[in-house]
């Protein structure tokens, strides 16, 4: 069985731009390192005097990430959805 999934051209776009290489290597950062920095920062032994920037920096990197990623695996799962489940191929 073949499954052909459309999605706005927006999509395609960002996916083939270098920007998605970049969100892609931050997506194993943000599961591990980031709140591992976290918690290293709120010990105080990493990163000393930079508190107000690493913060931000790792909660944002932590919770958008993963938002580009369920944002675009919502579109696909709608349009596998849409698909009947008895089609044969």
């Not at 997506?27 to 990163?47: D, E, I, M």
């Not at 107000?52 to 675009?72: E, K, Q, S, T």
């Amino acid at each position: 069985m073949t499954v052909t999934v459309d999605i706005d051209s927006k999509w395609v776009k960002f996916i083939r731009s270098p920007l998605y290489v970049v969100i892609s290597s931050l997506a194993g950062v943000s599961v591990s390192f980031a709140p591992l920095f976290l918690y290293w920062s709120g010990q105080g032994k990493f990163f000393v005097g930079y508190e107000r920037v690493i913060v931000p920096i790792c909660f944002a990197v932590i919770y958008l990430v993963p938002f580009v990623y369920i944002r675009l695996g919502v579109i696909v799962a709608a349009k596998v959805r849409e698909f009947p489940a008895h089609a044969e191929s």
